[in-house]
Nanobody, 125 residues
Framework: QVQLVESGGGLVRAGGSLRLSCAAS????????MGWFRQAPGKERDFVAA????????NFADSVKGRFTISRDNAKNTVYLQMNSLKFEDTAVYYC??????????????????WGQGTQVTVSS
């Protein structure tokens, strides 16, 4: 079993920044591709960003490209999502997910094996 716990969400003004963290349990973290997804009320869960298990490959949704970055620290079993220049439309519950030996493009939620409970990000004026 792998348990994922997100943190770092909250209220932020448009144009501001937040850094989300996802802490994983277990000893196999380094072999999982890690992804971030988000879901706004009444909408489907959408891909945001992902990073390969080796850390050498990343992918971003077009809507966040150039504003968000993803990184991981395997020694700490943690993946991060740095969100800059936040917009109102970024408001959603953000979920991290783990995909064992995941491969490009990392965008398919059905491929992920474990999910966190989510953390709320609200962007307002």
């Amino acid at each position: 079993q792998v348990q994922l716990v997100e943190s770092g969400g909250g209220l932020v003004r448009a144009g501001g920044s937040l850094r989300l963290s996802c802490a994983a349990s277990g000893r196999t973290f380094s072999r999982y591709a890690m992804g971030w997804f988000r879901q706004a009320p009444g909408k489907e869960r959408d891909f945001v960003a992902a990073i390969s298990w080796s850390g050498g490959t990343t992918n971003f949704a077009d809507s966040v490209k150039g504003r968000f970055t993803i990184s991981r620290d395997n020694a700490k079993n943690t993946v991060y999502l740095q969100m800059n220049s936040l917009k109102f439309e970024d408001t959603a519950v953000y979920y991290c997910a783990a995909d064992y030996m995941g491969s490009w493009p990392f965008t398919e939620p059905l491929e992920y094996d474990y999910w966190g409970q989510g953390t709320q990000v609200t962007v307002s004026s």
